[in-house]
């Protein structure tokens, strides 16, 4: 896949839209170099006319030797010999122009046939999967919604990643009211058109948040969730996954049936905890259920809300309980309450927040976290196992 690096600066529309669906954007360095730790398949890296001369040949020639299977592509805004000399010098691969964006694409193209034949496979024209997080726990009342809320807009990053937040929280979902949404359609209407669904018909099911956050709403009636099949679910996971970055779902604090199929096509898992004995022992067990099940196994990120020293639990003695780091402890807050109550979330709201800040972070984490196993032979997406499929249908 390629990869783009353009500071903050939006790419030019034309530059944009003559790229592959879903390319990664970065802002810096730093963050190239981490998202090529944790993903082996970057043919290509794109460095936008944000970024200076020297820092994309710099770049480049550290990489030539070291990585003769990626190509360097520097798009500029007028091409002059002077930077044609500096590019060639540095082993970029192509440099191209603002104003012809097609000849990006021929060079995105090439750099994925240099790419195979260095690694000794076929090119591929799949498009690339997105990473479903799910947000789970077993008891209500901990803040999960809001965790999933706030990680969603933190993965999305004002737009830079396409993200979309599913209710899956079919009977009393709070997404939608948590975001100040009103939704003229919920999940519920794609029960019909099961059979036959693709992203189509999906996309128009979606609510768009103003930070450019979609959301698949809950029914607005409890008792739609019970025509609701798991299959559905399902295939509703999936479609959302091969059109967005990151699809953030939101699941009901019970291991019913639907929340089964989201655990069952899940890349991470994200456990919401508080400091209460309840809550803990609740989690201990939805963990070992988790380990039945075969849920993420090594993907799996524990958050503490509302994580004060004051009641008399400490983070060592929740992670000796549970057997697992905690991933994120966010403090008691007022702020989160009030902004969850105005519906503009602490991340909207409070960006510099503690709790925003947190999460943001962990956004990071997801983002370079790697998608599959490295020691595990790669598998299309659609060969994946599906664990619970026999026992729903």
């Known amino acids: 896949m390629p990869v783009v690096v353009n500071a903050d600066t939006p790419l ?4 944009a839209a003559a790229l592959p669906p879903r390319t990664p ?13 944790t993903h082996s398949n970057v043919h290509a890296v ?3 006319p944000a970024v200076p001369l020297d820092e994309a040949t710099d770049f480049a020639d550290s990489i030539r030797i070291r990585r003769p299977d990626i190509s360097v592509i520097v798009v500029r805004e007028g091409v002059d010999p002077d930077v044609l000399s500096a590019c060639m010098d540095a082993g970029v691969r192509d440099v191209v122009d603002t104003a012809k964006p097609e000849r990006l694409a021929a060079a995105v193209d090439r750099a994925q046939q240099v790419w195979s034949a260095i690694h000794g496979v076929e090119a591929s024209t799949s498009p690339q999967r997105g990473q479903q997080v799910t947000v789970f726990s077993p008891k209500g009342g901990v803040g999960k919604t809001t965790t999933a809320v706030n990680l969603a807009l933190a993965l999305s990053d004002g737009g830079r990643r396409r993200v979309c937040l599913v209710d899956l929280d079919l009977a009393f979902g709070d ?14 209407e794609a029960v019909p058109v099961e059979d036959h669904l693709d992203f189509e018909m999906l996309e128009n099911l979606l609510t768009r948040h103003e930070d450019s956050l979609m959301v698949l709403a809950a029914p607005t009636q409890p008792d739609a969730k019970d025509r609701i099949r798991a299959s559905l679910v399902g295939r509703v996971l999936r479609t959302l996954k091969d059109n967005f970055d990151y699809v953030v ?10 929340v089964l199929q989201a655990f069952d096509e899940t890349d991470e898992c994200v456990l919401v905890a508080t400091l209460d004995v309840p809550t803990l022992k609740n989690v201990k067990i939805a963990m070992e259920t988790l380990d039945l099940l075969q849920v993420a196994p090594g993907h799996r990120w524990l958050v503490l809300n509302r994580a004060d020293a004051e009641v008399g639990l400490s983070v060592d003695k929740v992670e000796s309980i549970l057997g697992l780091p905690v991933t994120v402890s966010l403090p008691t807050a007022v702020e989160v309450a009030s902004a969850t109550n105005s519906g503009r979330p602490i991340l909207l709201s409070h ?43």
């Open 175 to 188: 997404v939608a009211i948590t975001l100040q949404l009103f939704p003229h359609h919920t999940i519920y």
């Open 351 to 393: 960006p510099g927040h503690p709790v925003s800040k947190e999460l943001k972070t962990f956004a990071d984490r997801l983002v370079g976290a790697p998608t599959v196993d490295a020691d595990a032979p790669a598998a299309a997406a659609d060969t994946k196992p599906r664990r619970f499929a026999r026992s729903r249908r």
């Open 12 to 15: 030019p529309p034309g530059v």
């Open 249 to 258: 779902v939101d699941t009901a604090p019970s291991f019913e049936e639907h």
């Open 46 to 48: 794109v460095f936008g």
């Open 25 to 37: 954007t970065l802002a810096t360095a730093a963050e190239l170099s981490a998202h090529m730790d």
